[in-house]
């Protein structure tokens, strides 16, 4: 079956830095995404990998390793606003749908 | 205006009446998607079109379907509301170009 495993809640300070884990178990795979989603809104998309590695976005980063099946979004610089669920997912086809298998969430509360 | 657009935000329907989601984008994108968000569970794809004469189902498309108007217009029906279809449900675009989906803001779908 798919799958994608990762953790449900993460609370960290402001300022600190957080890393959200992301293993996955899928037929295929063509890259790894996260969304993030406050409450009450709709998810937003943050970054892509589909090669091995780190890409930076600001105070986001996010890396893979195909090999692991495993990647991470890193959040630096906590703020509190940066309290909301991230969603890692999955493109596991090469098709033209683009579509996607997303993970169950990790809800990360930030503390002053 | 917003992007990905979707009516109604909310809703409360009885069992057994039939109901339609709506969704309209201006990205002027091919593919839409809409996907059914339950708490705990993440996101699961109902059902995906690459275009207007394109339909596919996701792993969730018992008890809905859907119609692809035009390349702007997705629509998603319950032919006969059950309590367990109760859930937020949220319509998706993108295109070969985007790296991410763009997300409408949701409709509340409540069934009693």
């Known amino acids: 079956g798919q799958s994608l495993e990762q953790p449900s809640e993460v609370t960290a300070v402001e300022g600190a830095i957080v890393q959200i884990n992301c293993t996955y178990q899928t037929s295929g795979f063509y890259g790894l995404s996260w969304y993030q989603q406050h409450d009450g809104g709709a998810p937003t998309f943050l970054s892509y990998?589909?090669?091995?590695g780190l890409e930076e976005t600001g105070r986001f980063s996010s890396f893979l390793s195909r090999s692991d099946s495993y990647g991470y979004l890193l959040l630096q610089e906590l703020q509190m606003k940066d309290s909301a669920s991230y969603f890692c997912?999955?493109?596991?086809?090469?098709?033209?749908?683009?579509?996607?298998?997303f993970g169950s969430g990790t809800r990360l509360l930030v503390r002053p | 205006d917003a992007d990905v657009t979707q009516t109604p935000r909310n809703r409360i329907t009885k069992t057994g009446k039939r109901i339609m989601l709506e969704c309209s984008q201006t990205k002027g994108h091919d593919r839409m998607y809409w996907y059914r968000q339950d708490p705990g569970l993440g996101l699961r794809l109902i059902y995906y079109?690459?275009?207007?004469?394109?339909?596919n189902k996701g792993e969730i498309s018992d008890g809905y379907s859907v119609s692809r108007q035009a390349q702007a217009k997705f629509s998603l029906s319950l032919e006969s509301a059950i309590p367990n279809q109760t859930a937020l449900y949220f319509c998706?675009?993108?295109?070969?170009?985007?790296?991410?989906?763009?997300f409408g803001s949701g409709t509340r779908l409540t069934v009693v």
């Open positions: 079109s690459f275009d207007v004469k394109d339909i």
């Open positions: 990998n589909a090669l091995d």
């Open positions: 997912a999955v493109r596991d086809n090469k098709d033209s749908s683009y579509k996607l298998i």
């Open positions: 998706a675009t993108s295109d070969e170009g985007s790296r991410g989906y763009t």
